[in-house]
């Protein structure tokens, strides 16, 4: 059974940083691209960035810099640092699977999403 799990999420204040972490179960990252994903209240989803099945990265233009993906391949980890968190940044997270060699960015092209990590930017 093909499962996501994040965490990592919580409350830090503007300025500050955070790791998520998505572990993935029943598949491996050789065959699956992962994207991060936000949704902030009354927003709709949001990719942040994406790793292909083949290691290539990509990224949201509001990331500018601040935020980078890695893959441990021998762990089945997917991780999100993020740095210089603004209030903006303030979200619901969530890792999803998508079965491609690179990356789409359209949350309807990934079957399997984790439950979600909420980030709380604020002082």
Known sequence: QLQLVESGGGLVQP????????????????SYSIGWF?????KDYEVVSCISSVGITNYADFVGGRFTISRDKAKNT??????????EDTAVYFCAAERSVYCSGAPFSFDY???GTQVTVSS
């Open 113 to 115: 999403w984790g439950q």
């Open 15 to 30: 300025g500050g940083s955070l790791r998520l972490s998505c572990a993935v179960f029943g598949f491996t990252l050789d």
């Open 78 to 87: 997917v991780d999100l640092q993020m740095n210089s968190l603004k209030p």
């Open 38 to 42: 936000r949704q902030a209240p009354g």
